[in-house]
């Protein structure tokens, strides 16, 4: 699976700096070349961004959350 950044066309607010910093991550994280889910969770892993909670990632937590931003406000 390759996982690729979707622009989102519309926001009816801007990003919080918990976006801001996770999209920052994911793209220094996909600028280095890792692009299959297990790769791009352990690298998150490695970085000081968490999910809510603070929990470490998993591909559950990450998949559920890329979601949670994604759907429509």
Same mark, same amino acid.
């Given at each position: 699976?390759? &996982?690729? &950044?979707?622009?989102?066309? @519309? =926001?009816? =607010?801007?990003?919080? @700096?918990?976006?801001?910093? +996770?999209?920052? *991550?994911? *793209?220094?994280?996909? #600028?280095? $070349?890792?692009?299959? +889910?297990? $790769? +791009?969770?352990? !690298? &998150?892993? %490695?970085? $000081?961004? =968490?999910?809510? #909670? $603070?929990?470490?990632?998993? *591909? %559950?937590?990450?998949?559920? *959350?890329? !979601?949670? +931003?994604?759907?429509?406000?």
């Amino acid at each position: 699976m390759t &996982l690729t &950044l979707q622009p989102v066309q @519309s =926001r009816h =607010r801007e990003p919080t @700096s918990y976006e801001h910093a +996770l999209a920052d *991550e994911l *793209e220094a994280i996909f #600028g280095r $070349g890792v692009h299959d +889910l297990p $790769g +791009l969770v352990a !690298a &998150l892993n %490695e970085t $000081g961004v =968490r999910p809510a #909670g $603070g929990a470490d990632w998993t *591909e %559950e937590s990450f998949t559920a *959350e890329i !979601a949670r +931003l994604g759907a429509p406000e």
